[in-house]
C-alpha cells in the first residue's frame, strides 16, 4: 500500500513539474514573441493586410546647353481599384466607362477579378486632371486615383527625332529617352491601403504614401534658340518647295557638339502612334545615305592641297567635259568654265578640274584621305539609328570610279560624316567624335554625376591647309556659287551640293537633292551649318540657287545668338546681273532732314515732325539691299 502510494506522489510530482515546465516554456514564449520577434511578425501581419498601388518613378528633365528646359512632366493621374471593396461592381463599371470611354463589359471585368490591386490600363492611364476629379468627386469605394506623370515636350515636333519618346509605362522606347532611360527612370513608389482577407478596409490603420525618386537630369550640346530657328527656316521651305524630305545639322566645328539637328517629314512625340514609324524611327541626318555631290569636294580640295598637287594660283583649263579611260564626264556647266585657277575650280564647283585633283592624288592616296576624313564607317554620335554610308573598295576603283569619286558621286555618306570631315577641314585639321550628350546631374544637388568631353579622332590635314581651305570657302560665297549664301558684315564659307539621285544603279532624271554647307566666321569658325533638300519642286534644282539662301538666312540669325559679331574684313562680293545687289547706309545724326541725300537705290521712311536726325535703322555704315528703306527719326 505504502508503495503505491509512493508512486502515485511520485507521479504526481512529475506532472506537477512538466505542467510548470510546460508554463514556463510558454510565457518564455510568449515574452520572446512579444519583446523580440513581435516588430517581425507585426511588419508581416502588416504585409498580409497591405495593398499597394505602385506609382511611377519620375523621369529626369532633359534641357538645352543653356539650362532651358526641353522636355519635363506634367500630372497624369492613373486609376487603381481594389475589386473586394467595390460594393456595387455594376455601377462603378458603368460610370468608368463613359468617364474613360472604353467598353462596359471591360470595365466590370477590372472590378471582378479575383486581385487585391488592379490598374485600369490602358484606359485608366494618364488621365486627364478633369476626368481624375470626376472620379473624386464620387468618392466610390475601391475606386483609387493615383498621381502618376507623363511627358510634357515643350516645343512640339521640334527636335523629335533626337528627343525620342516614351511609352505608356514611362520607359523609353528612342531616342535620348531611350539611349539614357536607365538614368532619366527614377524609382517607382507605392500608395498603401490596409485591407482584412476579404479586401474590406482596415479602418483602424492608416495607409501612407512612399514617394517615388525622380530620375538624373539631362543636358545636350543642343541650342533650342538655334534649333527653332532652323526648324522655322525649314519649315519655310517645305511650304515653298514641297520637297519629299529634308533635313538639317548645326554643328561646332570646333568639338563635335551637336547645336542643332532637324529631320523632315518630323512628328510629335507626345503622339507618336499616330505617325508611321518610318516617320519617327529616321534620323535623316544620322540615317540617310546618299551621293552627297560638291558639298564633297571640300574633302577633294583640302587633300590636295595636303599632298601639294596643285596650288591656288596654278591655271587648269575646263573645256567642258574630261574623257576618262574612254568615258567622256561632263561638267556641270555645258560648254565648261574655260581658263580658270584652281581657286576658281571650287569657286565654280568645276568637276572637270576635281578629277584633276584626283587623278594628281592617284586613288590609294585619295581614299586614305577619304577613310581618314571619316567616310565609311560610322561617326559615333551617340544616337540611335546612325548608318555608316558605302564607299569603295579601293582594290575596286578605277580610272572611272576615281574621277567620279573625286567630285561627289560613286560614294555614299551621311549628312553628319560631312559635317563632321568639313568641320575638320576648316578648324585647324581635327577630326572629332559627334556628341549630343552634354551632361548629367542629380535633379536636387544639381551636382554634375557625367560630362562629354570632346574626343579627338585623328588629325586629318596640317593647320596650314586647313587655313587655306578656310579662304577657299569663303571665296566660293563673295565670288562663287554660294554668293546666296553672303551676308555683309560676317565672313561666310561654304560649298554647294547638286546631288542626282540613284535607284537600282540609275540615275533619276530630274529628281536631286540639293544641298549646302556653309561656316562661320572663317578667320575662326563657330559652327557649320547643313541642309539638304530631297526632290525641290517647282524650281532650278540647284543647291545655290535653293539652299544657299536658306543656309544664309540661318547663319545670319544665328551668329547674334551666339554673341558673334560682325566683322568688316570679308572678301567683297562680286555682284551678278541677278544678285540682291546691297549699299552702304550713310551717317545722317543730326543732319536736317532738307540736306539728307537722295539715292535711286534706296528709300526713306520718317518718324517724328521735327528737322533733325536722332537715330536711323539701319545704323551708319552697315549695308542695305537695293530698294530697301532707312528709318529716320526725327526730333
Known sequence: MNDLIFIMQKRLRFLMVLFC???????????????????????????????NIPV???????????????????????????????EDKQEVARFLSEILD???????????????????????????????????????????????TTRNYLYDTYLAHVLGFVGIDNQGITGIEYIYDDYLMGAGGSSKYYTDAKGHALEQLYGYYDAPTKGMDIYLTIDIDIQILLERVLENANARYQPDQMLGLIMNPKNGEVLAMASYPS???????????????????????????STFKIVTYAAGLEEGVFSLNEHFYDPGYRIVDGTRIKDWKAGGHGDQTFLEVIQNSCNPGFMEIGMRLGREKLFSY????????????????????????????????????????GNSVTPIQLVNAASAAINGGILYKPYVLKEMRMPVTNEVVFSTQPTEIRRVISEETSSTVRHALESVVALGTGRNAYIDGYRIGGKTGTAQKAVNGQYLENNYIVSFLGAAPMNDPELVVYVAI???????????????????????????????????????????????KYHTVPNLLGVEKKKIP?????????????????????????????GGKILVYLE
Open 56 to 86: 511611377e518613378g519620375q523621369r529626369g528633365i532633359i534641357y538645352d546647353r543653356n539650362g532651358k528646359p526641353i522636355v519635363n512632366n506634367v500630372l497624369a493621374p492613373s486609376v487603381a481599384v481594389i475589386p473586394r471593396q467595390v
Open 598 to 626: 537722295r539715292s535711286v537705290y534706296y528709300g526713306y521712311e520718317y518718324f517724328g515732325s521735327g528737322n533733325v536726325v536722332k537715330y536711323q535703322s539701319p545704323a551708319a555704315g552697315e549695308k542695305i539691299p537695293e
Open 21 to 51: 515546465s510546460m508554463i514556463f516554456v510558454l510565457i518564455f514564449r510568449l515574452a520572446y514573441v512579444q519583446f523580440v520577434s513581435g516588430n517581425e511578425i507585426t511588419d508581416k501581419a502588416y504585409d498580409l493586410w497591405s495593398r
Open 267 to 293: 512628328f510629335n512625340p507626345e503622339n507618336y502612334k499616330e505617325y508611321d514609324q518610318e516617320i519617327y524611327n529616321r534620323n535623316l541626318p544620322i540615317w540617310m545615305s546618299y551621293e552627297p555631290g
Open 102 to 148: 472604353f467598353d462596359y463589359g471591360k470595365a466590370l471585368a477590372h472590378l471582378s477579378k479575383n486581385v487585391s490591386v488592379q490598374l485600369i490600363k490602358p484606359e485608366g492611364r494618364k488621365i486627364s486632371i478633369e476626368q481624375a476629379q470626376k472620379i473624386i468627386d464620387k468618392n466610390y469605394k475601391g475606386v483609387y486615383i493615383v498621381g502618376d
Open 534 to 580: 530631297d526632290n525641290p519642286k517647282n524650281t532650278i534644282q540647284y543647291g545655290g540657287t535653293v539652299v544657299a539662301p536658306i543656309v544664309g538666312e540661318i547663319l545670319k540669325e544665328a551668329l547674334p545668338i551666339l554673341g558673334i559679331s560682325k566683322q568688316k574684313n570679308q572678301i567683297e562680293k562680286e555682284y551678278r546681273w541677278l544678285d540682291l
Open 370 to 409: 577619304i577613310n581618314n576624313f571619316g567616310f565609311g564607317k560610322k561617326t559615333g554620335v551617340d544616337l540611335l539609328g546612325e548608318s555608316s554610308g558605302i564607299v569603295f573598295n579601293v582594290e575596286n576603283v578605277g580610272p572611272v570610279e576615281l574621277a567620279t569619286s573625286a567630285f561627289g558621286q
